[in-house]
């Protein structure tokens, strides 16, 4: 079994449509982040987490928001989906003891028309 | 300027040959520096992580740390097609900064 989750795997959605990513990790750990990665542009952090009340926006938060629904479970809203926010979006958790050490889910392929 | 800088590629090499991948980086804070593995349609995974200057080894794989020149730089030694990949640098002055990464092909 995966030890973290990321459900759709594959997304394709209408300019302007509300859309949720979720992510679930069985690994226990505190620390849980997403990221979209675009070609050439690497792997971009958009909001993290490093426990249930804590939340923090990473480099491109614009257009993004989050929820910590419980220690396993971090979901990523996209309000008003635009065509930028095409990307292949990945969800990956840390342990508070080594937080260097991040661990990713398989990514969920989003397309925006 | 971008804060992780890799070239993109590709790079090819023969198989068994020794492949070089190289990362510079703008912060001189950075203390933590990690090169991820990731094949085409799947998610990264870390292989490699150095926190102070020198080389260390793990395996095939050997990483590089220049903190002076804001250098950090992957060996993967004897090159197996196995290892056709994109390579992530990866430096953490805060939070983990990526590189665009490097994509390299091992030809049999």
């Known amino acids: 079994d995966a030890d973290v989750t990321q459900t759709p795997r594959n997304r394709i959605t209408k300019t302007g449509k509300r859309i949720m990513l979720e992510c679930s990790q069985t690994?226990?750990?505190?620390?849980m982040y997403w990221y979209r990665q675009d070609p050439g542009l690497g792997l971009r952090l958009i909001y993290y987490?490093?426990?249930?009340?804590?939340?923090n926006k990473g480099e491109i938060s614009d257009g993004y928001s989050v929820s910590r629904q419980a220690q396993a479970k971090f979901s990523l809203s996209l309000e008003s989906a635009i065509p930028n926010q095409t990307a292949l979006y990945f969800c990956?958790?840390?342990?508070?003891?080594?937080?260097?050490?991040?661990?990713f889910g398989p990514g969920t392929r989003l397309t925006v028309l | 300027q971008k804060e992780v800088e890799q070239n993109s590629g590709p790079l090819s090499v023969p198989e068994g040959a020794i492949a070089s991948l190289n990362c510079t980086y703008s912060d001189r804070g950075s203390q933590s520096f990690f090169w991820y593995r990731q094949y085409s349609g799947k998610s990264p995974e870390l292989i490699m992580s150095i926190y102070s200057n020198g080389d260390k080894e793990d395996g095939r794989f050997t990483a590089q740390l220049n903190k002076a020149s804001q250098y950090v730089s992957l060996l993967i030694r004897d090159s197996q097609p196995s290892d056709s990949a994109t390579y992530l640098c990866a430096v953490k002055p805060r939070q983990l900064t990526f590189g665009s990464g490097t994509q390299l092909t091992v030809l049999p």
């Open positions: 690994k226990g750990h505190d620390r």
């Open positions: 990956a958790t840390s342990p508070t003891g080594n937080a260097d050490t991040q661990y």
């Open positions: 987490s490093f426990d249930v009340k804590d939340i």
